[in-house]
């Protein structure tokens, strides 16, 4: 399973478990959340800020869209690390790899 991290931090790959199967049917969260709306990200960033700030950490940002950059912004969502360390921990699932983005496509 994937849990998907955002334009500026890591996602995971992770295999099921017995235990995870027997409790939770197979299923895991798909990604962290978002810690804040949309809107609320609007007044937070710029799209060409969030662009700028992953740029100088060697990300690429393609999109047509400077609104939708800045309501996906990192800081929008919750600390994916912690919910894949907290479905690990919760023998739901172990963690197989963790993956750093390089480009990022908006469509």
Partial sequence: M???G????ASYILAGTHEGMRHAF????????RSMS???ALRH???RDVIAHLASRG?????R???GV???????YKDVSAVADAADAAHLAHKVARLEPIVCIKG
């Fill in 2 to 4: 994937l849990i998907g």
């Fill in 6 to 9: 955002t334009m500026g931090t």
């Fill in 65 to 67: 869209s400077m609104r």
């Fill in 70 to 76: 800045a309501e996906e912004a990192p800081e929008a």
């Fill in 45 to 47: 960033w710029k799209g």
């Fill in 38 to 40: 949309r809107h609320e």
């Fill in 26 to 33: 197979g299923s895991a969260c798909h990604g962290a959340g």
């Fill in 59 to 63: 990300i690429v940002v393609r999109s």
